[in-house]
């Protein structure tokens, strides 16, 4: 016996249940587009909400002037809200940073993965173990048993190149993204 078949959404107006499919098809639609609009409202503040302010932006990249920096010498800038480290290595301070065996490491990395210009370390100052600000930076400050940095929360010491070599953490110090504008400025982010 022969049937007849019609494509979905198609048959006559008339059909019992076709307006009604209709009118059911209509109004999920609209409640659909509603809803649709109602989300990318309420999402729009929120959204708004996550960019970042005006003078954060404005913080995005600075500038430092590497330039009053001795030989030996360590200062801490504030950058994007984190400590930037930037140490002005002395030649025994780099020697050490080079003379490891890097299959050693924790967290292996060789010294000139780490640096651009082997005089200046440029390092986020915040330990990888909780967060903490690592001492070091100060002539004063201990620097733990391998000539870079120590962190006295937990006790993790940093070498002269910022890798992790004793104790809880399990990262190196992070570089941050720097470039060399010239000889004794850099850019930071
Ligand atoms: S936060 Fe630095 S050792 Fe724990």
Same mark, same amino acid.
């Given at each position: 016996m022969a049937q007849t078949t019609h494509p979905s959404?198609?048959?006559?107006?008339t059909a019992p249940g076709g307006e009604g499919s209709s009118r059911r098809d209509f109004l999920y639609l609209a409640t659909g587009a509603?809803?649709?609009?109602?989300?990318?409202?309420?999402?729009?503040?929120?959204i708004d909400?996550?960019?970042?302010?005006?003078?954060?932006?404005?913080?995005?990249?600075?500038? #430092?002037?590497?330039?009053?920096?001795?030989e030996g010498q360590s200062i801490t800038v504030t950058w994007r809200g984190k400590p930037i480290f930037v140490r002005h290595r002395t030649a025994?301070?780099?020697?050490?940073?080079?003379? #490891?065996?890097?299959?050693?490491?924790?967290?292996?990395?060789a010294d000139d993965k780490r640096v651009q210009k082997p005089e200046w370390l440029i390092l986020i100052g915040i330990c990888t173990h909780l967060g903490c600000v690592?001492?070091?930076?100060?002539?004063?400050?201990?620097?733990?048993?391998?000539?870079?940095?120590?962190?006295?929360?937990?006790?993790?010491?940093?070498?002269?190149?910022g890798r992790i070599r004793k104790g809880p953490?399990?990262?190196?110090?992070? #570089?941050?993204?720097?470039?060399?504008?010239?000889?004794?400025?850099?850019?930071?982010?």
């Open positions: 959404g198609t048959g006559a107006p509603v809803g649709a609009v109602g989300v990318a409202s309420a999402a729009w503040p929120f909400s996550m960019n970042p302010a005006a003078d954060t932006l404005a913080l995005a990249s600075i500038e #430092v002037d590497l330039a009053p920096v001795a025994k301070e780099i020697d050490e940073a080079k003379t #490891v065996t890097i299959s050693d490491l924790r967290d292996p990395q690592p001492l070091g930076q100060k002539p004063t400050d201990p620097r733990g048993d391998f000539d870079g940095w120590f962190c006295p929360c937990h006790g993790s010491h940093y070498d002269s190149s953490a399990p990262l190196n110090l992070a #570089v941050p993204p720097y470039a060399f504008l010239n000889d004794s400025r850099i850019k930071l982010g």
